[in-house]
């Protein structure tokens, strides 16, 4: 079955600079890739996703790129802000939706 | 149109009863998943389902956990004789026909079950 691996577990930065998630996955019939946003104690929330007829996909602050050959894709956040703070998770699907195991986003004053 | 509604929000049983989670998908939505996330890790998959149908178990133990979802009423997800290590949050998912793997999950606010 799917696998989904996350990079890293933990990521500072500082306020306004950017932040980079990356992930991979192992099977290659996988088509679609989404990211959710959970923050202390709360749903999970999707924030961007991707299909695999697409390489990148940007939403304001947010983008995400996809590279189909290399079986990875990332998730990047530029000029971040203190509520972007939360833990992130990348998912991959093949008939079922996957998750990593999450990277914890602090944003530093 | 309200969410994805879950309940109990907290649940509190000793080793050896039984859990009973439930989950009211979105309006309209046919499709349910269950996670089940453990303290500082990710969300793991455990079971998939359509009404009166079990698509995808291949993340449930295979003892004493069970899924359904019934014709009529919320789903449910039933944990025997709990032990410590089934402690977690329990999160239910929805989705819409046609978009069970290609679309949007949206997620209730989990059940976070303590066994003491």
């Known amino acids: 079955g799917e696998n989904v691996e996350q990079h890293p577990s933990t990521l500072s930065v500082q306020e306004g600079d950017s932040a980079v998630i990356k992930c991979t996955y192992s099977d290659s019939a996988s088509n679609y890739f989404p990211w959710y946003k959970q923050e202390l104690g709360k749903r999970p929330q999707l924030i961007i996703d991707?299909?695999?007829?697409?390489g990148e996909k940007k939403d304001q602050r947010i983008a995400v790129t996809l590279n189909k050959t290399a079986k990875h894709f990332s998730l990047h956040i530029t000029e971040t802000q203190p509520e972007d703070s939360a833990v992130y998770f990348c998912?991959?699907?093949?008939?079922?939706?996957?998750f990593g195991k999450g990277t914890r986003l602090h944003i530093l004053p | 149109n309200a969410g994805v509604m879950q309940n109990p929000r907290h649940l509190v049983r000793r080793r050896g009863q039984e859990a009973r989670l439930r989950c009211s998908p979105m309006?309209?939505?046919?499709?349910v998943y269950w996670y089940r996330q453990l303290p500082e890790e990710g969300l793991k998959f455990m079971v998939y389902?359509?009404?009166?149908?079990?698509?995808?178990e291949s993340g449930m133990p295979k003892e004493r956990f069970s899924a359904e979802f019934p014709k009529e009423g919320p789903s449910i997800l039933r944990i025997q004789q709990v032990v410590r290590g089934d402690s977690a949050a329990y999160f239910c998912?929805?989705?819409?026909?046609?978009?069970?793997?290609?679309?949007?999950?949206?997620f209730g606010e989990g059940s976070r079950l303590t066994v003491l």
């Open positions: 389902l359509q009404k009166e149908n079990i698509i995808d």
């Open positions: 991707i299909r695999s007829n697409v």
């Open positions: 998912a991959a699907s093949k008939g079922k939706i996957i």
């Open positions: 998912a929805s989705s819409p026909p046609g978009q069970w793997d290609t679309g949007e999950l949206f």
């Open positions: 309006k309209g939505h046919s499709h």
